[in-house]
């Protein structure tokens, strides 16, 4: 069965920091692969995302993630992390082209220290 | 503004009421999706429907029910609540685009907290 495993519940980074986080994928064929951010109360925006091509995707607000197929990751990646960027963040593979459903990792909470 | 829009923000129900989850959104999506979210877990799919007129149960449907209404509309129904629903909710919609059923990407809307006690 398709999977998102996101092997940090909790990182916490200071401001001007790099920042980096994991995701790693089970998935027979080739993934749909999303990165979503979601800040206290508020519902999920999309930071970027990986259908095919060029392995590394640039997003908004700065973010970055690889796509590396060996390692069945797609690592998320800021190089300066700004006291905004705390928030949660959302890992998700697509299950199917035909129907979109999403398989969400269970999520990263990113805390900035001054 | 363009996007998906979700009512209630905030209910309490006690258990064994029911109620509906209203969803809409005016992007002209064809595919719309409620996921629940709880604490270390994620999202998990309730329930989507691909197209105007289909649905399909996703991970969770136990305890739920869903109508598609007409293509912008999306709703879902508790019919009898139990403490397990506390949970906020997330409607989505997604759209095609060419040959590859490729998707340009999910708007969510801003949820719905529920709390049965």
């Known amino acids: 069965a398709q999977s998102v495993t996101q092997p940090d519940i909790h990182i916490t980074v200071s401001e001007g920091a790099s920042l980096e986080l994991r995701c790693n994928y089970s998935?027979?064929?080739?993934?749909?692969l999303f990165w979503y951010v979601q800040s206290p109360g508020q519902g999920l925006q999309l930071l970027l995302k990986y259908f095919s091509g060029d392995t590394l995707v640039q997003g908004i607000k700065g973010f970055e993630a690889e796509f590396k197929r060996s390692q069945s990751s797609f690592n998320l990646r800021k190089p300066s992390v700004h006291w905004s960027d705390a928030a949660e963040y959302f890992c998700a593979v697509a299950r199917s082209s035909n129907t979109g459903k999403l398989i969400f990792g269970q999520g990263t909470t990113l805390q900035v220290k001054p | 503004n363009a996007g998906v829009t979700q009512t209630p923000k905030f209910q309490v129900l006690k258990t064994g009421q029911s109620m509906t989850l209203q969803c809409a959104q005016d992007?002209?999506?064809?595919?719309m999706y409620w996921y629940r979210q709880d604490p270390g877990m994620g999202l998990r799919l309730i329930y989507y429907s691909a197209s105007e007129g289909t649905t399909d149960k996703g991970e969770v449907p136990n305890g739920y029910n869903v109508s598609r209404l007409n293509k912008r509309e999306f709703s879902l129904r508790l019919e009898s609540a139990a403490p397990s629903q506390t949970s906020v909710y997330f409607c989505a919609s997604s759209e095609k685009r060419g040959q590859g059923l490729l998707r340009v990407g999910y708007t969510f809307g801003s949820g719905t907290r529920l709390t049965v006690v």
């Open positions: 998935y027979g064929a080739t993934p749909y």
């Open positions: 992007m002209n999506h064809n595919s």
